[in-house]
């Protein structure tokens, strides 16, 4: 009879619920490796945006002092005032010979990449840069 459910109509059947885990197993596969490249991105640039940071303070301390700060830390380092850096992040700020310019080299525990900005060569490096120039 035509508007009568008869007892097989309960529910969804075996295959049913193996082709919707199979579809959402699908997507799951596609968005866990752009997850981890987006969580990587976002490291690389928590560290850049300290290296900026560090990079003001010292520009700011040179026209106080007349001269640059060395510093090298894990958590906080303080030039004029305290930088409170990204967590797991960790810079060092070299000083040239003559004290005229600096080289600050910063990484993070959540990527590999290592990132260095040098005053007197335009600021921030290529992802390539992995070490200050020769004289720091």
Known sequence: MPGVRSRADDGFTLVELLVV?????????????????????????????DLRTIAQSE???????????????TSSPTIID????????????????AGSSYCIIGSSTRTSNVWVHVSDAGGQQSKGVTACPSGF
């Open 21 to 49: 885990m199979i579809v959402v197993g699908i997507l799951a596969a596609i968005a866990v490796p752009v997850f981890i490249a987006q969580k990587s991105k976002a490291a690389d640039a928590a560290v850049k945006t």
């Open 59 to 73: 520009e700011t301390y040179f026209t106080d002092y007349e001269r640059y700060l060395a510093v090298s830390t």
């Open 82 to 97: 305290p930088i409170r850096l990204s967590p797991d992040v960790s810079v060092q700020v070299k000083l040239n010979a």
